[in-house]
């Protein structure tokens, strides 16, 4: 009867605990389900970095955007014939290769593009492994002869090449741009339709 007796206690001390307590005991549980369900429910986020620009190209240690006149005359010397184009001014300099001088275009102290005249020392073949195929392809003012221009905006080249043999006349180097902003600015000239009479 003793043993009765203690069991009755016992389970009345436990019905008051939860009686004088169930507030307490309720909001425990729901505190503890809210923190389950953020801790399963919510999704992680996800960081997302905007991809790093590829840095401009560089000619000779001539960089488009960055290097000024000074720079560029310290580096390659006294141009050969200093040419005003319009809003800009450009520098002509001798070729190694005896073909059509290399140019460095400025708008006010900075360079903005530089031409490369490389003239068959080189290949297509060489650009598209290290940048991957170009974002589109053009005729410009040399098509009459089979002679492409290659464009990466997005990285800041261009290459005129030949369409079969895949020789270089010449490399373009200007601030990585949208295709849309190179068209506007160095591509004005340039046409996706061959057409034998062109330049």
Do not use: C
């Amino acid at each position: 009867m003793e043993n009765t007796f203690q069991s009755q206690n016992t389970e009345q001390k436990k019905s008051g605990f939860l009686k004088r307590n169930w507030f307490l005991i309720l909001l425990a549980f729901v505190a503890t389900v809210i923190v389950l369900a953020k801790i399963f429910l919510t999704k992680p986020q996800e960081t997302v970095q905007a991809p790093t620009p590829p840095p401009a190209p560089t000619w000779n240690e001539i960089t488009p955007g960055t290097t000024t006149i000074e720079q560029v005359r310290q580096k390659l010397g006294e141009p050969k014939t200093v040419v005003p184009e319009g809003d800009y001014l450009k520098f002509l300099y001798p070729s190694q290769s005896d073909g059509p001088e290399h140019e460095v275009l400025f708008s006010g102290t900075s360079a903005v593009l530089i031409k490369d005249r490389i003239l068959g020392n080189g290949n297509i073949a060489s650009f598209r492994q290290k940048y991957g195929p170009s974002e589109r392809e053009f005729w410009g003012e040399h098509k009459s002869v089979g002679f492409k221009t290659y464009v990466w905006a997005a990285r800041g080249i261009v290459v005129v090449a030949h369409e079969n043999s895949g020789l270089i006349y010449e490399s373009w180097y200007f601030t990585p741009q949208t295709m849309e902003q190179f068209l506007v600015v160095w591509g004005k000239d340039l046409t996706v339709d061959f057409s034998p009479d062109g330049y």
